[in-house]
């Protein structure tokens, strides 16, 4: 595996929405201006939120946009997957993301908190010096408990989940490609943060990390929502030994109230878009002008702006869409 390698990574639990659209256009459009490989990957690590059917319309409303990828779910919508790096989907890397635990070793620990004893602990440091607005931190509670503690609480009936213990991990620093120089102090970003629920579910930042490693993921670009969870994920990175990727964290696109494009604008999703008469040029071209790729929303093909594409031409802050252009 080699030269750059990006990734559409959507969760298959709804239908794609213009502002998936937005991010997805964008990093395919920086995956394939670098003569880059792209590989598509069905985050579906929460199984009840996920299913097979939304997984299937993703693959549909990307490829009605005319996106394509090398990697991952066959574009046709058979069932299986190309690629050396599979399974593409999250839900059959259970054995990874237990390898990668194994790892950790000592860093992990179950916390058998109740989502209670959490909001309480939570309150009583509210306004303690070191919290700051992105939100208390895990204080950290059962990073120490003995074995008779922890067999206490199993027998007890308590499921703990796992987290990271991040004390004197230094802060992490990276170079965003968008938001520029990023400086996060692990514990600014919520502390010891889990690695697998207690309902067994794998955790987003433990399974990301071990598939962006293990796919060869070395570009990222995705919402800039995210943006406050790649210190944890870098953090992962770094304790796994493997190299981080570059990251481009884009503007969101928002409505015309200013509010991030989500799944319940419905009406904004691909599926109804493309019921009511919308042809996908039509809404790539709209796409590109918000991106500042071109100077009128013209109807485009993802290929037609590949020439003089850049990441750097997109606005600063949140995008939004004018009603007009709705
Ligand atoms: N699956 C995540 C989502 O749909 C994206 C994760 C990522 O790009 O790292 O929001
Ligand atoms: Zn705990």
């Given at each position: 595996m080699t030269g750059v390698r990006g990734r559409l990574a959507p969760s298959p639990t709804g239908l794609l929405h213009l502002g998936n659209a937005w991010a997805f256009l964008l990093a395919w459009l920086a995956?394939?201006?670098?003569?880059?490989?792209?590989?598509?990957?069905?985050?579906?690590i929460d199984p009840e939120r996920s299913s097979q059917a939304w997984a299937d319309a993703i693959v549909?409303?990307?490829?009605?946009?005319?996106?394509?990828?090398?990697?991952?779910?066959?574009?046709?919508?058979?069932?299986?997957?190309?690629?050396?790096?599979?399974?593409?989907?999250?839900?059959?890397?259970?054995a990874l993301y237990e390898q990668a635990l194994a790892?950790?070793?000592?860093?992990?620990?179950?916390?058998?908190?109740?989502r209670k004893e959490l909001r309480d602990q939570l309150r009583a440091m509210a306004g303690a010096p070191h919290v700051d607005d992105r939100g208390a931190p895990y204080p950290g509670t059962c990073r120490h408990l003995t074995a008779e503690q922890r067999a206490q609480r199993e027998s007890a009936g308590r499921h703990p989940c796992l987290r990271l213990n991040t004390e004197g991990l230094a802060g992490i620093s990276f170079v965003d490609a968008l938001c520029?120089?990023?400086?996060?102090?692990?514990?600014?970003?919520?502390?010891?943060?889990?690695l697998?629920?207690?309902?067994?579910?794998?955790?987003?930042q433990l399974a990301v990390v071990v598939d962006d490693a293990l796919m060869g993921i070395n570009q990222v670009?995705?919402?800039?929502?995210?943006?406050?969870?790649?210190?944890?994920?870098?953090?992962?990175?770094?304790?796994?030994?493997?190299?981080?990727?570059?990251?481009?964290?884009?503007?969101?696109?928002?409505?015309?109230?200013?509010?991030?494009?989500?799944?319940?604008?419905?009406?904004?999703?691909?599926?109804?878009?493309?019921?009511?008469?919308?042809?996908?040029?039509?809404?790539?071209?709209?796409?590109?002008?918000?991106?500042?790729?071109?100077?009128?929303?013209?109807?485009?093909?993802?290929?037609?702006?590949?020439?003089?594409?850049?990441?750097?031409?997109?606005?600063?802050?949140?995008?939004?869409?004018?009603?007009?252009?709705?």
């Open positions: 995956c394939r201006k670098a003569g880059g490989t792209l590989v598509l990957r069905m985050e579906d549909y409303d990307l490829r009605w946009l005319g996106l394509d990828w090398d990697e991952g779910p066959r574009p046709d919508g058979t069932p299986g997957e190309t690629g050396p790096c599979g399974p593409y989907v999250q839900s059959r890397r259970s790892r950790l070793g000592d860093r992990v620990y179950p916390c058998y908190c109740t520029g120089p990023q400086s996060f102090s692990l514990a600014g970003c919520g502390g010891d943060f889990a697998r629920r207690s309902d067994g579910v794998w955790a987003y670009v995705r919402g800039e929502d995210i943006l406050v969870s790649t210190p944890r994920q870098l953090a992962l990175f770094d304790l796994l030994g493997w190299p981080r990727p570059a990251y481009a964290h884009i503007p969101l696109l928002c409505d015309p109230d200013g509010e991030r494009l989500a799944k319940r604008h419905g009406s904004l999703s691909l599926r109804a878009l493309r019921e009511a008469g919308h042809a996908p040029q039509e809404l790539v071209g709209l796409l590109a002008f918000k991106a500042g790729l071109q100077d009128r929303p013209e109807p485009r093909a993802p290929g037609d702006l590949l020439e003089g594409f850049s990441l750097q031409r997109l606005p600063q802050g949140p995008v939004r869409l004018d009603a007009a252009s709705l």
